[in-house]
């Protein structure tokens, strides 16, 4: 009987490692559906190939396909919350494939009170770096006179707090063991995912 069970284990396990070994996803029905719930959206959005009339074309790739690999790849599998958990795609989705705000009136009053002007200048420029962006200007409106005002919300500073609260603040990269910053995930582009172009983009 101990043998039996073993062996039916032996099989069980093979079949499964050998059912696995070319996806990096979770292919199953189970894992599909799973991903699609995180980001409240149907399978077509990234499976939008149809063969014959009905029937989907689940192998062909597709831009967003790339862009949940490269989250799986890069996120999933690179961060950790600062407890050491790990993370699925639901912990930054919560149920939208887009949750970035840009939103100025979102704007929040700012944390870096407490920091002297040339610490927050060193934070600034390390942040332009990672992002590879020229200026203070990406972020930062001026006055008339020209001088920046750092003050004044801007949508990509808006999403710049909220990258702070939800990922620096929150995340431990992996390979360091240290805490994520915007050059973890940006590695110099501020922008860096394949996406499916959406009309008015
Ligand atoms: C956010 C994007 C995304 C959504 C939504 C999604 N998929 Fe996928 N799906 C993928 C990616 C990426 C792969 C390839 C995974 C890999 O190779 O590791 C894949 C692979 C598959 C495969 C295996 C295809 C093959 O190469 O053998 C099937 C079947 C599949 N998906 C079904 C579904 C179904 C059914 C749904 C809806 C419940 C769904 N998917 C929703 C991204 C998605
Ligand atoms: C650490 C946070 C994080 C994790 C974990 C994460 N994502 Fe994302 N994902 C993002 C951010 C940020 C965006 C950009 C969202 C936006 O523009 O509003 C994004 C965008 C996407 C997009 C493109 C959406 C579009 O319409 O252009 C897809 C597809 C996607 N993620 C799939 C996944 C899948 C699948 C997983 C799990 C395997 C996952 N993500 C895990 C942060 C994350
Ligand atoms: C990627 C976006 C980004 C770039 C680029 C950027 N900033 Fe900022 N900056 C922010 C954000 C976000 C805050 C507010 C942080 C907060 O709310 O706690 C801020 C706040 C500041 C503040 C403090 C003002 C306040 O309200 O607390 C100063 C001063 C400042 N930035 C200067 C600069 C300078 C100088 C540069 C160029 C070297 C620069 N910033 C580039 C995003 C940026
Ligand atoms: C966990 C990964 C992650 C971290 C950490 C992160 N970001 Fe992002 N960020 C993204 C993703 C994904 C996008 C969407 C990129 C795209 O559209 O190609 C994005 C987009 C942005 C954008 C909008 C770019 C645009 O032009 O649309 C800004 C601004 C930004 N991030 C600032 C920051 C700052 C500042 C930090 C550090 C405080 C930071 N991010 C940290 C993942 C991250």
Redesign the pocket.
């Known amino acids: 009987m101990k043998r039996f069970v073993f062996c039916c284990a032996v099989v069980l396990l093979c079949a499964d490692i050998h059912a696995d070994d070319h996806h990096i ?1 979770d292919t199953s029905k189970e894992g599909m559906e799973a ?1 699609s719930k ?2 409240g959206v149907k399978c077509q959005y ?1 499976h939008p190939s149809v063969i014959e009339a009905g029937e989907r074309d689940y192998k062909a790739p597709s831009p ?1 396909k790339k ?2 690999l490269y ?2 790849h890069h ?2 599998d690179g ?1 950790v919350t600062t407890t050491g958990k790990s ?3 639901a ?3 919560t149920g939208t ?4 705000v840009r939103d100025t009136s979102a704007a929040k009053p700012s944390r870096l009170a407490g920091m002297s002007r040339g610490e927050i200048v060193a934070m600034m420029k390390e942040m332009q770096k990672a992002l590879g962006v020229k200026a203070c200007d990406y972020c930062h409106v001026r006055r008339r006179d020209g001088r920046l005002d750092p003050v004044t919300p801007t949508p990509n500073k808006v999403v710049a707090r909220m990258m702070m609260e939800k ?1 620096t603040d929150r ?1 431990l990269d992996i390979k360091t063991g240290k805490p994520a910053t915007c050059q973890t995930c940006h590695d110099g582009k501020a922008k860096f ?1 394949e ?2 172009v959406k009309a008015g983009e």
Not at 97 to 100: C, E, I, L, M, P
Request: glycine residues 0%.
């Open positions: 996803l991903i995180a980001l990234c967003l862009t949940a989250m799986k996120f999933v961060l993370i699925d795609c912990f930054c989705h494939a887009r949750f970035v990922f995340l995912l996406r499916e």
